[in-house]
């Protein structure tokens, strides 16, 4: 019954902001790791942001300063706040939870930073 739901993804201008959202049942959200990863067609899928349990976070290098992640338990929810979007971030992005060696996958949401 484990389903992660992503949305908030679609076509931004350089410079512009999204914001993706993870809506998350069928796990214990509260005790979970949460991560967003992307993939670019022809790349390995690359971690882009982590949240533990206890609300610390982590970042690729390629989006420090300019992405951050957030979770709130009480909707089950992971969020990204992505801003000032570069076309090198355009990419699918997969929602994923992890407790301990266990990870579960959502279905990816489609952004494209283009002018």
């Known amino acids: 019954q484990v389903q992660l739901v992503e949305s908030g993804g679609g076509l931004v201008q350089p410079g512009g902001s999204l914001r993706l959202s993870c809506a998350a049942s069928?796990?214990?959200?509260?005790?979970?790791?949460m991560n967003w990863y992307r993939q670019a067609p022809g790349q390995q899928r690359e971690l882009v942001a982590g949240i533990t349990s206890a609300g610390s976070t982590n970042y690729a290098d390629s989006v420090k300063g300019r992405f951050t992640i957030s979770r709130d338990n009480a909707k089950n929810t992971v969020y990204l706040q992505m801003n000032s979007l570069k076309p090198e971030d355009t990419a699918v992005y997969y929602c994923?939870?992890?407790?301990?060696?266990?990870?579960?996958w959502g279905q990816g949401t489609q952004v494209t930073v283009s002018s």
């Open positions: 069928g796990i214990a959200f509260s005790i979970c790791q």
């Open positions: 994923n939870a992890r407790w301990n060696f266990v990870g579960y």
